[in-house]
């Protein structure tokens, strides 16, 4: 079985400061993370996806994250902070099947202050 | 490259009414598709999922139905309407076949049920 937690359901940034986004993963089979951006009454786009190799995955945007094993956690990070990147992040995790489905976290907003 | 539409992007139906959402992919064939719920300020709920023409996957009990009569045709029907159906209903596809892919959304339909 897997599972995803996401830690703060929302979080306030000011512009220019650091993003950290929280995830944290269960799964019994080696686990395939990825990170959606939501903007409001949009589907989702895919940031950055970890499969397998380097445990630092960049993504579009300047959003990078890093696979722990040890931590179980895949969390989200991007250095400065723009009022563009105010959205709403869900971390998600699969897991090798003929269907490909995908578990979702319950997602974390980010809101930028000026 | 490919595209996924849905339509259409808002529905304002009544109690008792039927349903019927869209979705297709252009570009690609033989994709995996899914439908996702999204009540407000929820996650994404997986609502049906399927691997092929007329091979449909239910992952939740409910209201609902899908169909896919053609290969990268989705629809999503009920023959009535309950208060509960209001939300957020996003189509997705991936590639198939053995292994993980990364899911590709489309841009949605806000169906407010009255």
């Known amino acids: 079985a897997q599972s995803v937690t996401q830690l703060g359901s929302h979080v306030s940034v000011s512009e220019g400061a650091l993003v950290l986004l929280r995830c944290n993963y269960s799964s019994s089979v080696p686990p395939y993370l990825f990170w959606y951006v939501q903007y409001p009454n949009q589907g989702l786009q895919l940031l950055l996806k970890?499969?397998?190799?380097?445990?630092l995955v960049k993504g579009i945007n300047g959003f990078e994250a890093e696979f722990k094993k040890s931590e179980t956690s895949f969390h989200l990070t991007k250095p400065s902070a723009h009022m563009s990147d105010a959205a709403e992040y869900f971390c998600a995790v699969s897991g090798y099947s003929s269907a490909s489905k995908i578990i979702f976290g319950s997602g974390t907003r980010l809101s930028i202050r000026p | 490259s490919q595209t996924i539409h849905q339509w259409p992007a808002t529905l304002v139906q009544p109690v008792g009414s039927p349903l019927s959402l869209e979705c297709t992919v252009e570009g690609t064939s033989n994709p995996n598709l899914y439908w996702y719920r999204q009540a407000a300020g929820r996650g994404l709920q997986l609502l049906f999922y399927?691997?092929?023409?007329?091979?449909i996957s239910s992952e939740v009990p409910q209201n609902l139905s899908a169909s896919r009569p053609q290969d990268r045709q989705f629809i999503l029907s009920s023959k009535k309407l309950l208060l509960s159906d209001s939300g957020f209903y996003l189509c997705a596809w991936s590639g198939s076949g053995t292994g993980v892919y990364e899911q590709y959304f489309g841009p949605g339909t806000r169906l407010t049920v009255t």
């Open positions: 399927s691997v092929g023409i007329g091979q």
């Open positions: 970890y499969t397998t190799g380097a445990t």
